[in-house]
C-alpha cells in the first residue's frame, strides 16, 4: 500500500488541510518520533486537502520528514486506507 512495508507501523489522520485541523501537530509528533527512534519504520499519513497543504508540504521538506510523513491530499478511497493503520491521530486546539 502506497510504497510502505506492512513492517512499518501506520497512523493515520483525516481532515482538511487547514490550520484548525492542525496537520502541523502530526508533523511534530512525527519529528519527535523519528528522532526519539530513529530505526523505526513509523509513517504518518496525514489524509485531506486545503488551504495550508504548500505550507505543510514545506514543513516537511525543512524538517527532512519526506520518509517519515506523507501528505496523502485529497483520497477519494480513504475508507480504503483505514484498516491499515494501525493508529489514528486526531489533534485538537
Known sequence: ?????????????T???HAYKRFDFVIGTA??????????????????DGPAMDDLQRLVRNKNLE????????RSDTRKLLPAANA????FR
Request: include cysteine; aromatic fraction near 6%; glycine fraction near 8%.
Open 1 to 13: 500500500m502506497l510504497g510502505i512495508s506492512e513492517e512499518s507501523f501506520v497512523c493515520i489522520t
Open 15 to 17: 481532515g482538511c488541510a
Open 31 to 48: 519529528e519527535l518520533v523519528a528522532k526519539a527512534l530513529p530505526d523505526s519504520s513509523v509513517v504518518f499519513l496525514p489524509v485531506g
Open 67 to 74: 520518509d517519515t510523513v506523507r501528505l496523502l491530499g485529497f
Open 88 to 91: 489514528a491521530m486526531r489533534a
